[in-house]
């Protein structure tokens, strides 16, 4: 059984370029969230998609967007990249299923580093 | 908004029992979860909390008041293994989930 998987491993990007990530869910697991990681800190949610929509987001700007495709799978772009995007980000799935979406489980995560 | 805090950093010895705990302010409250995260690795999941008591998982419980906005994970007969950075995450929405900014545990033999 597949566990989430998270592509690429890792990316350098300059400033003012847009970067795309990639998640592959857990088999069985219909939600997508992300989350952005700094050194030291915890996981900071970004936003979770069911049914291919946005369903919730946190606090980041309009530069960070995403995609639900019909196989669960799902992207996260950030546009005009920032210094302060470095980072790493997380990709977690769950089952919708019996009210089981707390149960997340997290991929190995994309390492951003912006120049 | 949301709030959470825990401690930065706690040391036990192999065999011990020690208790993290977390404190939340929150707008809305569906429940605290537990993960654990090893250096370089990903979080993992650990427990859950959408009622008040304790939750018991082999050697791991969580306990959840929300009259007092805390919780705590209580680790037993620990091990080399269970160093590692544990996050208390609180649940404001159904699709919402704010992490702290976690406690690393040092086990020393």
């Known amino acids: 059984d597949a566990g989430v998987t998270q592509s690429p491993t890792h990316l350098i990007k300059t400033r003012g370029q847009q970067v795309t990530l990639r998640c592959s869910p857990k088999s069985g697991h219909d939600t997508v969230s992300w989350y952005q990681q700094a050194l030291g800190q915890g996981p900071q949610f970004i936003f979770q998609y069911y049914e291919e929509e946005e369903r919730q987001r946190g606090n980041f700007p309009d530069r960070f967007s995403g995609h639900q495709f019909p196989n669960y799978s799902s992207e996260l772009n950030v546009n005009a990249l920032l210094l302060g995007d470095s980072a790493l980000y997380l990709c977690?799935?769950?089952?919708?299923?019996?009210?089981?979406?707390?149960?997340?489980?997290f991929g190995p995560g994309t390492r951003l580093t912006v120049t | 908004g949301q709030s959470l805090e825990q401690p930065s950093e706690v040391t036990a010895v192999e065999g011990a029992i020690v208790q993290i705990n977390c404190t939340y302010q929150?707008?809305?409250?569906?429940?605290l979860s537990w993960y654990q995260q090893h250096d370089g690795g990903a979080p993992t999941f650990l427990s859950y909390?959408?009622?008040?008591g304790l939750e018991e998982t082999g050697r791991f419980s969580s306990f959840l008041s929300r009259s007092d906005s805390y919780g705590y994970l209580l680790l037993q007969e620990l091990q080399m293994k269970d160093s590692a950075s544990y996050f208390c995450?609180?649940?404001?929405?159904?699709?919402?989930?704010?992490f702290g900014s976690g406690t690393k545990l040092n086990v020393k033999p």
């Open positions: 995450a609180v649940r404001p929405s159904f699709n919402k989930f704010y």
């Open positions: 929150t707008s809305g409250f569906y429940g």
């Open positions: 977690a799935s769950s089952p919708r299923e019996m009210d089981r979406n707390y149960e997340q489980y």
């Open positions: 909390n959408a009622l008040d």
